[in-house]
């Protein structure tokens, strides 16, 4: 039986329902850091003997915000991980979401040992390294972000199979002289066999009661300054009578909590086990989340695709052109603001309280969409023709 290790640095849930799913043919070994403080997925109960998690990096204090740590965490992690592909000796790794002098230790492990190597993109980070930078007016900015460049380009290039979440990938990797026959799109996906489409209930979060007759607009995961925490503040202040509840981690969500005084309305609790996010799922009934205009045309953040597994109107503050919001759009699951549209998101969000009909649809809606496009059957099947032609 064929060994692949599936690396996915984040640990999120729909990375390891691809595990899953694959070890029924294949001896998966999945990967990922242990220490990363995002939605991590239930490893817990999993018995199957052709299916091995590794968590790694326990030892590991990682900063995301001092640049000098995070680049020495980057070099431990990547050794561990490195380590442990010299001792399975798999012959595929598929590796996601990895910073690049991580990977660039995973690609020359598999360089090493004659290791087929494919590398999911989930994100360019040498594009991202640039906007932190240039805010941060650092000297030599440019200078590190070509070092970026120069690893990312020759991870990619190196790969023998190239995974994206979008086609908008192609142009930046045409540019990086990347043969269009190595590259695969397989779109991200919620975990829609394990959040349910449920009518609301009431839900009993340590000594707090979630009671079903509250009108409740629910934000999830990871709430960082760049997700523009300010907003949900605004909508509070300005709708006394709705409960907005907040489960997160990051400095957004640390900015709200560090607040001598914020609205009683507003609920703040930290990111919660994969294993309960669907009965918190279905307390809700809206959806808000957040993207900052410098945000990637191509990124479509992991809570909008659980969203609409739970089946609920979805309000986006985030730029019309990326594919989250195409989805919403297209699809008629929710509506898109901008940021300073308060006005507008509170008559949205009375018109969905009044009009039961059209609330209902569009909850339908994305359900529908959730069913439709998160098939994991269908999804391994896409990796499964990769591996294959690997």
Known sequence: MKKIIIHDFAGHPFAFELSKELSKKYKIYHLFFKNDYGPKAYFGNTVNKNLKILPLGKDIKYSKTNLIKRFFSDLIYGLEVSKNINKINPEIVLSGQCPTFAQQLIVNRCKKDKIKFIVWIQDFYCLAVKLILKKKNIFLSFVIYYIFKFFEKNQINFSSKIITISNKFNKQLKEWGVNNKKISFIANWGNVSQIKFNKKKNFKLTNHIFNKNKFRVIYTGTLAKKHNPNLLISLAESNSNIEFV????????????????????????????????????????????????????????????????????????????????????????????????????????????????????????????????????????????IFQTS
């Open 246 to 385: 907040i489960f997160g981690v990051g400095t957004g969500f640390d900015y709200i909590k560090s607040l001598n005084k914020i609205p009683k309305n507003l609920l703040l609790f930290k990111l919660q086990p994969f294993q309960k996010l669907n009965n918190i799922l279905n307390t809700a009934d809206l959806f808000i989340a957040t993207l900052n205009k410098d945000a990637n045309e191509f990124s479509v953040p992991s809570k909008i695709l659980n969203y609409l597994c739970a089946g609920r109107p979805i309000i986006l503050n985030a730029p019309r052109e990326n594919l989250a919001s195409k989805i919403i759009i297209q699809n008629n699951c929710g509506a898109i603001f901008k940021d300073k549209d308060i006005k507008k998101i509170t008559n949205y969000i009375n018109y969905l309280k009044k009009n039961k009909k059209t609330y209902r649809k569009i909850s339908l809606n994305c359900r529908n969409f959730a069913i439709k496009n998160f098939d994991i059957k269908k999804i391994s099947s896409k990796f499964d023709k």
